[in-house]
């Protein structure tokens, strides 16, 4: 075993014993990057440096926390998604009187907006309650406020209107110099939390996750877990979206799910066609 | 020396046809993964994976995450996507920030797989007009990888092999029609 390779297993005890953080089925290639990303950022000039400020230095997890979390995201990102979810997804929860939505993983928020967004357009969101949930404190700061570059608003106006947007993005945020505010109404049923997927439980009776690109740093046993999770969160009949580059051919928990869209990765809880296992 | 385990390939300008080029002359016989991230510019890697599967060799598919990199077959990187090689040689993607402007980026696919394959692993930088995959490079050679640049001089962009080069150095520079030959003959038992 290479030297760099003993002290990241180090560093995930390190995160586990000291802050009680459970690293240790992420997927070790985007892990090993990240920390080495953490080495460069804190300018620790090695692992087992990081190590020891991990242990000794008086708030360094949430700086670790932050760093491991790479929070990247758009608005309406893969716009075909957004599509289906408004022409597939949104008629059936239209006739539940309450609608519950658990966004796990939610990083700075654009997805959070998105799908307020796309509620708006349909009629929904007044009886709607979105859970926008992330295990980095800091990222569900930053998606609470909803500023966001102006730089970034041009493609997301394409994605916007591509995912069958039916205004005008602009209409929904006030552009100041560098700077878009996304229209704080928005976030009127919105609620913010710390939730870890690792380690927290079921806390709401879902009609529809969507847990896009956060499986994709999970091993497989993680993975089947976290889906397990998400099927007892899901009402019977509830919709889970991921991301569309996942898969969960290799998870015995994707089994409770059946296709809705099978590309785009938008599936039903105990629609009954149980998937194959892979290999 | 035994025969190498896999083989990686990173391109971006010209890419496409230099890909067109090596492909076609790859060793039906070759039995292992080979993993090639180009940068497409686009949102979907699929037309190049049926260009390149008209022409190849090998079978041409996406790089599916979670997959493991099977031999005698070319893995194409999603677009949008970092395409990384885990320890046990499967595939996983990320949506981490871009690399040196790129993502998918050659240096994290070549960092990931000499991780995975260490002194196993061919890399081959080819065409580009950035430096991306320069790094990587060097991460393939510390872990006592083989590195192949396309000569320069006949690259469509020589800035990518030329930072490769730089950066990196390399076991071998060979000109475009000479790559396929010398990854046979690396790769075959
Ligand atoms: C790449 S972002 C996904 C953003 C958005 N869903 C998208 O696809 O654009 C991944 C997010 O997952 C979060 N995450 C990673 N591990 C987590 C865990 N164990 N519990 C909760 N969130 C986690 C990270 O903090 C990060 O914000």
């Known amino acids: 075993m290479d030297v760099e390779d003993i002290e990241i ?29 953490l080495v460069r950022t804190h300018h620790a000039g090695s692992i087992s440096e990081l190590n020891r400020r991990l242990l000794h230095e008086e708030g360094f997890v949430t700086r670790v926390i932050e760093g491991l979390s790479v929070p990247v995201s758009e608005m309406f990102r893969d716009p075909p998604v957004f599509r289906a979810l408004r022409d597939k997804v949104l008629p059936v929860l239209a006739s539940y009187p309450e609608i519950n939505i658990w966004q796990a993983g939610c990083a700075h928020g654009q997805e959070v907006y998105s799908l307020a967004i796309l509620l708006e357009e349909a009629g929904l969101y007044e009886r709607t309650r979105i859970y926008a949930t992330d295990f980095n404190d800091a990222a569900l700061q930053v998606a609470a406020e909803g500023i966001y570059a102006t730089r970034d608003a041009r493609d997301w106006s394409r994605n916007y209107i591509e995912g069958g947007g039916q205004k005008s993005f602009s209409d929904y945020y006030s552009a100041r110099y560098d700077f878009i505010k996304l229209d ?69 928990s994707a089994a409770s799910f059946g296709d809705i869209d099978a590309g785009l990765r938008i599936y039903q809880a105990g629609a009954g066609v149980a998937r194959p296992l892979a290999r | 020396m035994t025969a190498r385990a896999a083989i990686a390939m990173g391109c971006s300008a010209g890419g496409l046809a230099a890909l067109q080029r090596v492909l076609p002359a790859l060793d039906r016989r070759l039995a292992v993964p080979v993993v090639v991230c180009a940068h497409t510019g686009s949102a979907d890697v699929s037309l190049l994976v049926e260009l390149l599967g008209r022409v190849s060799a090998l079978p041409v598919v996406e790089a599916a995450e979670r997959e493991p990199a099977d031999p005698g077959v070319v893995h194409v990187a999603p677009s949008g996507y970092h395409l990384l090689v885990e320890p046990n040689a499967h595939f996983s993607l990320n949506v981490d920030a871009r690399v040196t402007y790129a993502r998918p980026s050659i240096d994290v696919l070549f960092e990931t797989a000499a991780g995975a394959w260490k002194d196993g692993l061919v890399a081959v930088l080819m065409t580009g007009a950035n430096s991306d995959g320069a790094q990587g490079l060097r991460a393939v050679r510390q872990a006592g990888g083989y590195a192949l640049v396309q000569d320069p001089a006949s690259a469509e962009s020589d800035v990518m092999p030329r930072a490769g080069l730089d950066i990196a150095g390399a076991d071998a520079c060979l000109p475009l029609d000479q790559i396929a030959a010398r990854l046979n003959q690396l790769c075959l038992p």
């Not at chain 1, 005890?13 to 920390?35: C, I, N, W």
């Not at chain 1, 380690?199 to 709401?204: I, L, N």
């Not at chain 1, 019977?236 to 998870?251: M, P, Q, V, W, Y």
């Open chain 1, 9 to 37: 297993e180090l560093f995930v005890r390190a995160m586990q014993l000291r802050h009680g953080h459970d690293f240790t089925e992420y997927a070790p290639a985007s892990l090993k990057r990240r920390v080495q990303q």
């Open chain 1, 184 to 252: 704080q109404r928005l976030r009127r049923n919105v609620t913010f939390f710390n939730h870890n997927l690792v380690t927290d439980e079921v806390f709401c009776e879902a009609h529809l996750i969507l847990c896009r690109n956060v499986l994709i740093y999970f091993n497989n046993a993680l993975q089947d877990r976290t889906l397990g999770l998400f099927r007892d969160s899901l009402v019977r009949g509830g919709f889970l979206c991921l991301g569309t580059r996942e898969n969960i051919d290799f998870s015995p």
